[in-house]
Structure formats: structure tokens, C-alpha cells
């Protein structure tokens, strides 16, 4: 059995991913990590957690964009984060097992041997569904972060790895949350890491 395994989970906005990755985490007893990254992204720049926060959320518009060239204001911060956040994603990865969501994980521990990379996704309508039922949101609004989200995620991923997101050549395993809801993907899920790790 391995003792410092390592779960990437990529998702699409509205399927779920997050906390069908926090039920997996609490079911395997492992490591979950998430904000977590961005808090001790923070600490090793020295900036407060509200900066990073920002430079993730409000840089990349004008990156996607284009509109400042490479290297640059907020581009560069986000450049900056980014590095830092590699950082603290290999550290992470030393300490035992876990499972980390999103940011890039996949690609950053793409060479370590004892990594299991899954990306988890829906169809539109359901990601709909859930961003209503799940996260409050209104149909008008659900739409728009579905979109905008899609892209940022998409180009930032292209950017800093080369591939998308969805990238099946990057993945060990591909699955809609639709078809088993949080619960029975979480089941799932865990059955597939166990045996790929050997945990009893």
C-alpha cells in the first residue's frame, strides 16, 4: 500500500466535483485540500489571503483577454501565485495521502508515480440543476458563471499546461456525476482509488 498517494480532481463548474472530492477525502480518511492552497500560497509571498484571492479571480479576465501583455501588472502577480501555489501543491504531495482539487494539480504531479488523476464533469443541463439546487443560484445567473467559468478555467489550464482541462490523454479517468449523483460517485470513485493504491 502506498502511504503518500495523491488524488487530482479537475471539474466542471456545476457537476459537483468539490464535494463529491470532500466525501471522497472523508470516506478514504485522506487529506483534503482546496482554499487551502491559496492560504499557504499566501503565507509563503508574505500577501494577505484577500491578494491572492483577487489576483485569482480578477487577473484573469485581463489575461483570457489579452489585453495586457504577458508579464505585466496583474499578470504577473498571477504568474507569482501560480509558482507559489506549485510550490505548496509539491510540498502537499510529500506529507501523505490526499487529494487536492483543481489548480493545476494534475499537471504539476504528472510525473510522480503514485498520483491518480480524474476529471469530473456533467451535462449542461444537470450542471444547471445543480447550480440551483445546490448553490442558490438563479437559472439567468447559473448560465453566466457556467460560461465564464468554463473559459477562465479552460484558458488558464491551456496556459500554464499546455492542454485542456478535459484532456483525456492527461487524465486516469473520466466521469459524469450525473450518473450517480454525489454519493454514488464518492462510492465509485473510492473503489477505483483503493484499488489503484491497495488500500484495504
Not at 483534503?32 to 485569482?56: C, F, H, N, W
Not at 450518473?179 to 483503493?194: E, K, Q
Request: charged content about 25%.
Amino acid at each position: 500500500m502506498s502511504s503518500r498517494f495523491v488524488v487530482t480532481l479537475a471539474r466542471q463548474f456545476g457537476s459537483l466535483g468539490r464535494p463529491i472530492a470532500r466525501t471522497v477525502s472523508e470516506s478514504l480518511g485522506i487529506d483534503y485540500y482546496d482554499r487551502d492552497i491559496v492560504e499557504l500560497a499566501a503565507q509563503e509571498m508574505g500577501l494577505p489571503v484577500s491578494t491572492v484571492t483577487k489576483a485569482e479571480e480578477s487577473a484573469r479576465p485581463a489575461f483570457f483577454s489579452m489585453s495586457e501583455p504577458l508579464g505585466t501588472g496583474t499578470i504577473a502577480l498571477q504568474d507569482a501565485v501560480f509558482a507559489a501555489q506549485r510550490r505548496v501543491i509539491l510540498n502537499l504531495a510529500e506529507r501523505g495521502p490526499c487529494i487536492i482539487v483543481g489548480r493545476c494539480a494534475d499537471h504539476i504531479l504528472e510525473e510522480r508515480p503514485e498520483v491518480m488523476k480524474i476529471f469530473v464533469y456533467a451535462p449542461y443541463p444537470q450542471r444547471l440543476r445543480n447550480c440551483v439546487e445546490h448553490l442558490h443560484m438563479t437559472i439567468p445567473d447559473a448560465k453566466k458563471t457556467i460560461a465564464a467559468v468554463d473559459k477562465a478555467r479552460e484558458s488558464y489550464h491551456r496556459h500554464y499546461c499546455g492542454y485542456s482541462v478535459a484532456d483525456k490523454d492527461h487524465k486516469h479517468l473520466m466521469l459524469d456525476s450525473s450518473l450517480l449523483g454525489i454519493d454514488g460517485t464518492c462510492d465509485a470513485l473510492c473503489y477505483l482509488i483503493r484499488a489503484r493504491f491497495g488500500l484495504s
